[in-house]
């Protein structure tokens, strides 16, 4: 399997090396940094309208703020950057940015 060379076709490759399987839905969990908490909570009210589950999260070493959006999706280069570039779209005006994916592997 093939895929580009940029940050998130690396993932995909190193997922793919791993046996995860492709074919079969995935919860992938999709980060969104945000300035503090307030802007935080503001943001994952809009996100949660266009159909992500999300949660709110303060990393403990660093104190920065994230917003965790999670989607039930089969892994797919083009959706991925679809979905993350949607994120940067609704986020911009917070102050936010998408800040990467990644999949719980078992």
Same mark, same amino acid.
């Given at each position: 399997?093939?895929?580009?060379?940029?940050?998130?076709?690396?993932? $995909?490759?190193?997922?793919?090396?791993?046996? $995860?399987?492709?074919?079969?839905?995935?919860?992938?969990?999709?980060?969104?940094?945000?300035?503090?908490?307030?802007?935080?909570?503001?943001?994952?009210?809009? $996100?949660?309208?266009?159909?992500?589950?999300?949660?709110?999260?303060?990393?403990?070493?660093?104190?920065?703020?994230?917003?965790?959006?999670?989607?039930?999706?089969?892994?797919?280069?083009?959706?991925?950057?679809?979905?993350?570039?949607?994120?940067?779209?609704?986020?911009?005006?917070?102050?936010?940015?998408?800040?990467?994916?990644?999949?719980?592997?078992?």
């Amino acid at each position: 399997m093939k895929f580009p060379n940029d940050a998130d076709g690396d993932a $995909l490759h190193s997922l793919y090396k791993d046996g $995860l399987d492709f074919k079969k839905i995935q919860s992938v969990d999709f980060f969104v940094a945000v300035p503090d908490k307030a802007t935080g909570e503001e943001l994952s009210q809009v $996100l949660k309208e266009e159909g992500f589950n999300c949660f709110l999260e303060q990393d403990d070493e660093t104190e920065e703020w994230a917003c965790c959006c999670s989607k039930r999706m089969l892994l797919n280069y083009n959706e991925l950057i679809k979905i993350q570039n949607k994120l940067n779209s609704l986020s911009k005006p917070h102050g936010g940015y998408s800040d990467g994916w990644g999949v719980f592997v078992e």
